[in-house]
Every structure is written in C-alpha cells, then in structure tokens.
C-alpha cells in the first residue's frame, strides 16, 4: 500500500526547481517517477524518500498537512537543498491549493476565501469551475468606470505567465516535464502575489492536466487540458495587453453581504468531489421571488466526505436541520450575509428557524418546471455572462424515457416538436449513485420524470441531472416515498424497484417513448467537420508545436480543411492552416541557429483557432436545444 503524500504548495516546488543546476534540470523526470512508491509514512507524519544509501529527503507538513515552506523539505545529502532528490520527492507530492476552501465569513459581513482549484464546485462538473448559481438579488453590480486600471506589476506578471504558458504550449504533454511545469507555477505564484488569482488557477489547472497526462491517470482528457490552455493564455494575453477585466482579473477574496432577512426552501443536494481531495456537499436553495442561494460544507477528505456530508448537520445560525432535512426543508433567517455568488454564510449575528418543506410543484420551484427546456438554455447563454454561470445553473424539464444510447439516457421533453436529450451522470464516480440511478431509470421506457439538472455546453442536448421526482398527474412515473417530497437526489438516494411503477402500468402509456429509435439521436456537434480543427489543436497539446507542424508538410494540409470550406466554416480552416504554417516556421540565420526562437506567434495562432472553435461548438450546442416542426435536432451546417 503506498503512503499518501502531503500536497506541497506551488511556490515550494517551484523554487526547488529553479535552484538546480541546469545538468541536475535534465534528471529530474526520470528521478520524479516512481519517487512516490518509496515514500514511507512516519509515526510523527513526515514522509521520507531514500535514494541511494546517503540520500534521504524528509517533508514535514505544517498543522494543515501541506508543505507551504522551503524548510519544511529536507535532505541529508551533501547539495542540500539545491539538490536533485529534494525536486524530485516535491515534485512528486500532489499540488496543494494556494488558500482554505472554508467559504464561511469571520463575522456578520465576512468573507469568502478562494482556493486557486476552487473546491467548492459542484459535483457536475471534472474540472474546477466557478461555484454555483448566484443571487440575482444579492449579486452587487460595478460599474467598468469604478474598475481599477492594472498596476505594473500586475501587467509585468500577466505577460511573465503568457510566456511560460506559451513555452508550455510549444513543448506539448511529451516535453512538458517537471521544469516546464515549474516554470508555470512560478509565474503562477507571481501573478498571486500581483493579486491576479484568476490567472493563477487557470495556471495551475494546466499544471495539473500536464501531470496527469504524463501519468497516463485514467480521469485525464485531453479535452480538458486543451481548454485549461486557452482559458490560461486567453487571460494572461488580455491581461498582459493591460485591460482591466474584473471578470478576468478576479478577486481572492468575494466579501459577503448583508442580505437582511429571507426565507428559502430547499431544492436538493448534491455532493461535491473536487480532483484537489476535497469533499462534501452543496444544498440549492430558492426563494419565493425566484433567487437562487446554497449552503454548502466542503473539506477534505474526498470521496468519504462526499458521501456522508450528505447528513452533515447544517452550520447556519443555529439551525437543527442537516442538509438532508434542509434539501426538502425551509429556514427563515434573520442577519444574514450573502456572497455575489449566493452562498450563505454562518456569521455570528446570523439567526435561522427550520420551515416547512414543500414539493416542486407547489412552492418557489414551480417556475423551474414551467417553461421548456430550450428557453431556459437560451436565456442562460443570452449574454457572455450569463453563459459563464450556464456550466452550473440548474434547470429544470418533464420528459419522457426513450432508452439507453452508447454512455447516456435518451429522453424527450414533453413539449411540442421538442428534441430528444440525452441524460448523463453528474459525477460519474462508481461510488457515487448517479451512474446507477440513469442506468435503472433507463430500463422503463415511456416513464414520465421530472428532472432538475445542469446543462452540459460542451456536448448537444445534454443535461446532467442531480435530482429526479415524478411529473404530476402522470400514470407511468416514479412513486416515491412520502417524506421525500416528491424528489430523489441521485447524488445520494438510490432509486429502488418499489419507486418505480408496476409493469402492468406500462401498458397504459405505450407510445409515450415517441417514434424516434435510440440509436438514431442526431448530434450536429459531433456531425460538423469542426472535429479537423479539435484533433489540430489537441495534437498540439499532445505533442508540441512539433506535431502541429508535420500538418503544414506535404499536400495533406490542403486537403485535410476542404470539408470546413464546403461545409462554410471557412474562418475555421483559415485559422486552421495558419497555426500549420505558424507551428512550421522555423526560420534560421546564416548559422543554422533559430533566428525567431519566441513561441508567441505560435501561442497567439493556436489561441485564435481554439478561441474561435469553441465559440462555434457552442453555437452548435445552443442550436441542439431547439427542434424543427417534425421533432428532428437542426442539422450541422
């Protein structure tokens, strides 16, 4: 069994790596790798690595369990601490977050701590994300004029990050070793300290992906990775240019509000597992006028905590509800304080008193259900802002099941000409019940559910739902308990064969399923030839700047963007064949040496192809949500 390694703060790592010579520089992947199967744990709760029989490298996490300080890593060898072993045995420690997850304010008008990972996310999503849904109520609004213009040292880290990403980027998953790596979480840890905290996480989500492609771990997308990278060198080239973005800068610290007295009810629950080790629970709540809070307990602890935060008791000005009771309960709270995203705080001038719950269709959750799905999407993604909080906005639909198709469940919403939708897991962790739940609920075609889920914009039609309950007045739909109110959270309840009905109520609702076979689910996403520009920019991040220009070699160029013209995607097989020809220009002094050796050219050349596919999937996505007359998804162009 291998000892599990304290998380090392970026700084501490990057520092290890920049103080090595530049020989002991081209060692350290090889001495990183299996460095974390010779760690042994000790009974104080320091780990040690041995290397060799004079070589023994100790890191003693502080009270938090992370490595924040230099000291706090150890060798006995006689380069201490500019030394190979030290590197290698941080380097192979996790990634710790560069600030407390605890969202809870010191006070009646506290604040909210970031974390660079953001491990409050929800569940639904495999990478960090900004937290759940805001308070249209609460949310304070700031003028672009009351926004500070960036100082120098902000514009001098920003443009420090772009380059280290850029050099990132040329060298691809194959070159993107440990010194690539620190390189990166250096200049993250300079933009921190210029109090850029946007940059830094989306450089340490790169860092992240770059570890766990090299590791060949089973969660790694490559999709994923190449969205960190256009998400990292987007903000860094804006903010580099001296634009004051608050969306792009960001702020370490998100003050809660008074919000004065409210009254919510709860919507569901759902668990929260973030990739940084952190676990819990969020529970969404609503208010008579339609705003949207959460309350939310996240730690570490992972998947354990995930699962059993479910019954956490909730900490909030006294309330004897846990988030069980709270999810299909109610609280009147008096002083309360609010973050712009909406989250509660427990303040010490915070009063709650647990309320009455109520059903989805009759209390402040009724309008959810009450318009179709494909408005709700299309409000979501109205303006650039909004489509920023669409990834983790929860809506809901009535539909009927279909069937099983490939990793999803078909449904269909049960509104005129509507298109089908496929269901996927929220998380699908196997321990988690959500994988279950679809899989269950999809062996009873033509069953009436109501769902609440979030959308997933980087797939056609697709929601992920976090809580189901029967459509009322239906026949052939789910029976639930009484004292669930009507709903199941699949994150944590596990859908039984007593919940669903009998097989002779089947009969009664033949035809409901509609005419439309499961295997033929039209997807124009994956139809459109804009996979030719993702397979690009994805072997980009594989293998460098290398693999992009063997693309620009031959006829094959040519060729391999004629279905994007005839298709008229014309703008994407330009940006296309200029990132080839970028990626291919080498050119050479009298000498033979590089003349141009900057990668910038190529970075902003792959940031233009990216920044222009994915706002043509998204397109592409948003026009999946809407139906022709004969109940058939819009084709690709």
């Excluded at 040292?153 to 990403?165: D, N, R």
């Excluded at 992920?464 to 639930?480: D, F, H, I, K």
Aim: hydrophobic share 45%; aromatic share 4%; proline share 9%.
């Amino acid at each position: 069994m291998s000892t599990e390694l304290p998380p090392v703060a970026p700084e501490v790592l990057a520092e290890a790596v920049e103080s090595l010579t530049a020989r002991l520089r081209k060692k350290l992947d090889d001495a990183t790798a299996g460095c974390a199967a010779a760690a042994t744990g000790e009974a104080d709760g320091s780990v040690t690595f041995r290397f060799g029989e004079d070589a023994v490298v100790t890191l003693r996490p502080g009270p938090a369990g992370t490595v924040t300080e230099a000291g706090q890593a150890t060798c006995t060898c006689l380069l201490a601490p500019r030394c190979l072993h030290r590197a290698a045995a941080l380097g192979a420690a996790p990634l710790a977050d560069t600030a407390p997850p605890e969202p809870e304010p010191a006070g009646a008008a506290g604040t909210e701590q970031t974390t660079a990972a953001e491990p409050a996310e929800s569940a639904a999503s495999a990478e960090p994300a900004e937290p759940a849904e805001s308070a249209a109520s609460a949310e304070p609004v700031e003028s672009a004029e009351s926004v500070p213009a960036l100082t120098a040292a902000q514009v001098g880290a920003a443009a420090a990050l772009w380059h280290a990403a850029a050099e990132a980027l040329a060298a691809g998953v194959t070159a993107g070793g440990a010194v690539v790596q620190a390189e990166l979480l250096r200049a993250a840890h300079t933009a921190r300290l210029a109090g850029l905290p946007r940059a830094e996480a989306a450089a340490l989500r790169v860092v992240r992906g770059l570890r766990a492609a090299r590791e060949r771990r089973t969660a790694h997308r490559l999709g994923d990775l190449t969205g960190s990278f256009r998400e990292l060198l987007y903000t860094a080239g804006v903010l580099a240019s001296g634009t004051a973005d608050p969306a792009l800068t960001g702020t370490s610290r998100r003050a809660y509000t008074q919000g004065g007295s409210l009254q919510v009810q709860g919507l569901c629950r759902e668990p929260v597992l973030s990739a940084t080790g952190y676990g819990g629970v969020v529970t969404h709540l609503l208010a008579p006028d339609g705003s949207r809070y959460s309350i939310s307990d996240v730690r570490p602890g992972g998947l354990a905590r995930a699962r059993g935060a479910g019954r956490a008791s909730v900490a909030l000005g006294g309330a004897t509800l846990d988030h069980a009771g709270l999810a299909r309960g109610g609280l009147r709270i008096v002083g309360a304080t609010v973050s712009p995203e909406g989250r509660l705080g427990a303040g010490r001038g915070v009063k709650a008193t647990p309320l009455p719950g109520a059903a989805w269709s009759d209390g402040p959750a009724a309008p959810l259900f009450a318009r179709p799905a494909a408005e709700a999407v299309a409000a979501l993604l109205a303006t650039p802002a909004e489509a920023a909080e669409a990834e983790t906005a929860l809506i809901g639909c009535d539909v009927t099941v279909v069937g099983a198709a490939g990793d999803h469940l078909l449904v269909r919403e049960a509104v005129p000409h509507a298109p089908l939708l496929r269901l996927l897991p929220a998380h699908p962790h196997p321990e988690l019940p959500h994988t279950e739940n679809l899989r269950r609920i999809a062996s009873y075609p033509g069953l009436r559910l109501r769902v609440l889920g979030r959308p997933d914009l980087d797939r056609a039609a697709t929601l992920r739902p976090v809580a189901v309950g029967p459509v009322p007045g239906a026949q052939y739909t789910l029976r639930l308990p009484g004292e669930w109110l009507g709903r199941a959270d699949l994150g944590y309840e596990r859908l039984q064969g007593e919940h669903f009905p009998p097989p002779d109520a089947a009969a009664a609702a033949a035809g409901e399923a509609g005419p439309v076979p499961a295997a033929d689910a039209p997807d124009p996403l994956a139809d459109a030839p804009l996979w030719r520009v993702r397979r690009l920019l994805e072997t980009g991040v594989a293998g460098g700047r290398r693999a992009v220009a063997e693309a620009a070699r031959g006829t094959a160029a040519q060729a391999a963007y004629g279905p994007l013209r005839r298709a008229g995607l014309t703008a994407a097989a330009d940006l296309a064949t200029a990132l080839a020809a970028e990626a291919d220009r080498r050119p050479r002094d009298a000498f033979g040496r590089l003349a141009d050796p900057s990668p910038d050219g190529y970075a902003w050349a792959w940031l233009a192809a990216a920044t222009h596919l994915a706002a043509a999937e998204r397109s592409l996505v948003a026009a999946s949500w809407t139906a022709t007359p004969d109940g058939a998804t819009p084709a690709a162009p």
